[in-house]
């Protein structure tokens, strides 16, 4: 028999071992086919986990021996790949089975808290259920005609007043864009003015620079010292 298979034996032996153990009589009878399943899985799963550990060991162990062995031969790195490549595929076979165990304990404990929520949502519906019945019910509120008038009223005032100042802030926009187009000639009158006075400035600097380097050639130059 391979290690392998006493593992497997080995587990179903304990997890039949956990399930024939006498389990404590529930409070109540709604906790029964909850609670005695899941003891029972998770303790299957422990021994799972204990499997694996137990013959990852084992691989380990005999691939360090092998290893070890191959140092005592011609072809040292061809022996150690070889050794390797043996015990990958077990080591990651492993791996796979201790990822399963872990996804479905995700997945339990994920269950078990939405189990969780969702009663705790149910219990708080039923509290504002209870407290809506228990509740006094209030005869509709009648309404005076008179006030019923008066709201339609100020309803219609106040949809009023916002037609009215839509109309004043389109006048008032209006009015800034003729203001805007009446003053656009002046506007343009002034640019052009400040245009043609800048063009002089720069023509009566020129003018004055081209004066002062006449003077300056003009005056005669110094006597030559005796």
Known sequence: MSTRAAFLLMSLVCA?????QPQPQPSSAVDTPVAAPAANVAAAR???RRRIVQERQAVQAQQAAEEAACYGK?????CLADARARHRSVLADLRRQELSLNDEERREKGAAQRGLVDQRMREQQERQERAAAERPKQPPARVDPAERTTVREQDAAARAGQQQHRIEAQQKEQAARAEKA???PVQRQRYEEKLRAAQERRAQNARNREKRQKSDQAVPPLPAPP
């Open 46 to 48: 422990a021994v799972e």
């Open 16 to 20: 039949a071992a956990v399930e024939a």
């Open 182 to 184: 009446a003053n656009a």
């Open 74 to 78: 011609f072809a040292v790195n061809d």
